[in-house]
């Protein structure tokens, strides 16, 4: 379960970071780019809801499932280690 999570997260996390396209280093830039985005075309701009659609968006659910099989064997914690 602890494997699922943290893919899920890592996931959600690059979405919201926009690596495919800005690429940036942290999520506070994130919300400080879109909210002046949203500004400059006369939006308001909601963090949460940002979040929210990010997760939705990122196919994290169809990432964990293609990945999961692959890691059952695999020594997780030293993968993680790692990653951090």
């Not at 499932?65 to 030293?78: A, K, S, T, W």
Request: aromatic fraction near 10%; charged fraction near 30%; hydrophobic fraction near 45%.
């Amino acid at each position: 379960v602890e494997r699922v999570f943290s893919l899920e997260l890592a996931v959600w996390r690059a979405s919201c970071l926009q690596f495919d396209t800005a690429r940036f280093p942290s999520m506070g830039e994130v919300l400080e780019y879109e909210s002046c985005r949203m500004a400059a075309a006369g939006c308001t701009f909601d963090a949460h809801g940002y979040k929210v659609d990010r997760r939705i968006q990122s196919g994290a659910d169809v990432i964990v499932r293609g990945v999961i099989p692959f890691l059952e064997n695999d020594p997780v914690e030293d993968l993680m280690r790692k990653f951090r």
